[in-house]
């Protein structure tokens, strides 16, 4: 599976959208995106994938770039309970998930 | 909640105690998932089951690990003779082969702390 590159940490204001970047480079024609979350001391929680066209559910959008290399992931209405850390994974389907170390958003008031 | 299921959520023992962990999956799926993540970490992968047959393993699974599924449903992971770096949350994830997407749900994981 593709490696995955996110920023460590991010913040954004309470009621603005979060843009969660992710670069997968080396990302192959079937392999989808998929992000989780995972709150403290939670399980991850799934919320979104694709393969290449946006995608959008009640939780957030997805949106893949034409070359497939990178991704963001947005919530559009951030609130303090969306503070957790944010995982962006690239997995063939049936493979298992192969996290990396996320990014940390935290949504302050 | 995702509808996995783990118990217990906590679990203290000393070093070398053998424990048990087990996981509950959504009913209709057949895969299960079992996943190590240590403090400041994403999840690692460890071993997973369609139906009853365990399908793969990582090299993480130390002889020390089994993992069963003996009816296709719940799953134990086993832990013989445990030591302080086995101190983690230990995470179950299962979902549906043969569906659209064979997306993975979380349960809520059982931190064990190992004296």
């Known amino acids: 599976d593709a490696k995955t590159t996110q920023p460590p940490s991010m913040d954004c204001a309470e009621g603005r959208a979060a843009n969660l970047p992710c670069n997968h480079s080396t990302i192959s024609g079937n392999e989808y995106v998929y992000w989780y979350r995972q709150i403290h001391s939670q399980g991850p929680q799934y919320i979104i994938h694709?393969?290449?066209n946006n995608e959008t559910n009640e939780m957030a959008s997805l949106i893949i770039t034409e070359d497939r290399k990178s991704s963001t992931l947005i919530l559009p209405h951030a609130t303090l309970r969306d503070t957790a850390v944010y995982y962006c994974?690239?997995?063939?389907?049936?493979?298992?998930?192969?996290f990396g170390a996320g990014t940390r958003l935290t949504v302050k008031p | 909640d995702t509808g996995v299921s783990q118990d217990p959520r906590h679990k203290i023992t000393k070093r070398g105690q053998n424990v048990t962990f087990r996981c509950d999956p959504i009913?209709?799926?057949?895969?299960l998932y079992w996943y190590r993540q240590t403090l400041g970490q994403g999840p690692e992968f460890l071993t997973y089951?369609?139906?009853?047959?365990?399908?793969?393993k990582s090299r993480l699974l130390s002889d020390r690990f089994s993992a069963e599924r003996p009816k296709g449903s719940f799953s134990t992971l086993e832990i013989q003779r445990t030591e302080q770096g086995d101190s983690a949350m230990y995470l179950c994830a299962s979902s549906l082969r043969g569906s659209r997407t064979d997306t993975q749900y979380f349960g809520p994981g059982t931190r064990l702390t190992v004296l």
């Open positions: 089951f369609q139906n009853e047959a365990q399908l793969e």
């Open positions: 694709g393969l290449k």
């Open positions: 994974i690239v997995r063939v389907e049936d493979n298992d998930m192969r």
């Open positions: 009913s209709e799926h057949n895969r």
